[in-house]
């Protein structure tokens, strides 16, 4: 019998079986260093990211702190019905065109980038084509804005001839030109020029989320409705597209903000007016341009005036970011 059992105790500890064996108390200990060395790099990568996003939200508020403080002041019924030359001053010329310029851009842009973004995820192939509509579209979504201004500029407001431009350019707008006089747009600065610059801004934005999207729709999704006999195109407007409808709405909105508060393309295309009009062929007003106009002025009830409309604006914004997000999500729980 063994000396511990004969005096009544027992060891309990466990024999070595192996070289390994006495290495476990030093690797507990390691693995209690590592251990505490993650919590440590955890805790501080939380506290930084914590930090980072604190900062940005102070700036954005701050921003649109001192905006409403400011803007405020100066918002009332006059600067929403009168006009700039009137006494009182006021913008409705400019809130009216904003929302005509964006409801064109509208029409037209998200349209044209949902079915790009269509095109690319469920009947483009891999190859040249859809590698020519990504580069076509990140080229536009890098393009500064300006210079989409100063491209429909010369497209749809300068008058030119064919003696002016020879070649393929010379006989584009020419095309152009008569395509403009048979729809009844004319050539000079107008809502239209305006409209069609910032669906120019509007389309990579749009395409790119539908893109991302309709990508993120389950396969099996689409294979389940084929299995039931749906076509194609039926798949793609009753299953895939209201699957994705909610990313889609995002992008449109981040679109729409996007070309709400562009200036530089309309200096070139429908150029500002102190008039009140609802015909998108005359030239036509906006707040971006009316606040850059009045922040620049040497004439305090003008700088004051700028307050008040970029809290206009960004007013507009978010009331239309939010009734898009009601109106799709009561559509989702509809289809559900």
Same mark, same amino acid.
């Given at each position: ?32 260093? $590592?251990? @505490? ?6 805790? *501080? ?7 980072? &996003? ?9 921003? /649109?702190?001192?905006? @409403? /403080? ?16 009137? %006494? ?15 409801? @064109?851009? *509208? ?43 100063? @491209? ?77 006999? &749906? ?13 994705? +409808? *909610? ?20 200096? /070139? ?14 030239? +036509? ?11 620049? $002025?040497?004439?305090? $009830? ?6 008040? &409309? ?17 109106? %799709? ?8």
């Amino acid at each position: 019998m063994p000396s511990d059992l004969a005096d009544g105790t027992a060891n309990l500890s466990p024999t070595p079986s192996g070289p390994n064996e006495f290495v476990q108390p030093v690797a507990f200990k390691a693995m209690g260093r $590592s251990g @505490l060395w993650r919590r440590i790099v955890n805790v *501080s990568a939380v506290v930084v990211c914590t930090a980072s &996003a604190a900062a940005a939200l102070s700036v954005l508020f701050l921003i /649109f702190g001192y905006m @409403l /403080f400011e803007g405020v002041r100066y918002l009332n019924l006059d600067f929403l019905t009168h006009l700039p030359l009137d %006494t009182p001053m006021g913008m409705r010329n400019s809130i009216v065109g904003t929302l005509i310029l964006v409801g @064109l851009a *509208s029409v037209a842009g998200v349209p044209i980038g949902m079915l790009c973004g269509i095109y690319l995820v469920e009947y483009a192939r891999k190859g040249w084509s859809s590698d020519i509509v990504r580069i076509v579209l990140d080229v536009l979504a890098g393009t500064p804005t300006v210079l989409l201004g100063v @491209l429909v500029y010369t497209v749809m407001v300068v008058h030119h001839h064919g003696k002016q431009l020879t070649g393929f350019m010379g006989t584009f707008l020419d095309i152009v030109q008569h395509i403009q006089a048979w729809v009844g747009i004319p050539r000079h600065y107008s809502g239209w020029a305006g409209g069609v610059a910032l669906a120019f801004i509007m389309v990579p934005i749009v395409a790119r989320a539908s893109e991302e999207m309709l990508r993120l729709v389950p396969r099996a999704h689409r294979e389940a409705s084929a299995a039931l006999g &749906a076509s194609k195109a039926e798949t793609l407007v009753r299953v895939v597209l209201p699957t994705a +409808m *909610s990313g889609i709405v995002t992008g449109i909105l981040l679109a729409v903000a996007r070309v709400a508060g562009e200036t530089a393309p309309l200096f /070139f295309t429908s150029f500002g007016n102190t008039a009140m009009t609802y015909n998108p062929s005359d030239q +036509m007003d906006s707040l971006p341009e009316r606040i850059y106009f009045y922040s620049q $002025s040497s004439v305090p $009830s003008q700088v004051h005036q700028s307050w008040a &409309a970029a809290l206009v604006l960004v007013s507009l914004i978010t009331i239309f970011s939010a009734v898009m997000r009601i109106v %799709t999500r009561k559509r989702r729980i509809r289809t559900h």
